[in-house]
């Protein structure tokens, strides 16, 4: 009953940029925090922002200082514009939101993930 759909992955070449957004539907009564993950190739899944409600952002070392996360409360919406962008980046790319929402007849805080896009950065 609720759902993250994920948008404005692509291909671009280093140093380029692209905006990634993602915007939650459905029985939603509140958004506790919502954020970026990514898995490249061969790797773990891993955090690379975070916004919670309040204000507050978090990011990973590698991307400070060129990725922004930002959200749209009245859309429930979070967008990372990423900058500055290194063939390193190169991921698919997952939107994540902890909601407390309807599930069944009943409110359940409980965390949704994208469907995942994928970010191409050539060198």
């Known amino acids: 009953q609720v759902q993250l759909v994920e948008s404005g992955g692509g291909s671009v070449q280093a140093g380029g940029s692209l905006r990634l957004s993602c915007a939650?539907?459905?029985s939603i009564f509140s958004i506790y925090?919502?954020?970026?993950?990514r898995q490249a190739p061969g790797k773990q899944r891993e955090l690379v922002a975070t916004s919670i409600s309040g204000g507050s952002t978090n990011y990973e070392d590698s991307v400070k200082g060129r990725f922004t996360i930002s959200r749209?409360?009245?859309k429930n919406?979070?967008?990372?514009?990423m900058n500055s962008l290194k063939p390193e980046d190169?991921?698919?790319y997952y939107c994540n939101a902890d909601i407390l929402g309807l599930v069944g007849s009943s409110?359940?805080?409980?965390?949704y993930w994208g469907q995942g896009t994928q970010v191409t950065v050539s060198s």
């Open 24 to 26: 939650a539907s459905g």
């Open 33 to 37: 925090a919502m954020g970026w993950y």
């Open 72 to 74: 749209d409360n009245a």
């Open 77 to 81: 919406t979070v967008y990372l514009q």
């Open 90 to 92: 190169t991921a698919v």
């Open 107 to 111: 409110s359940k805080e409980a965390l």
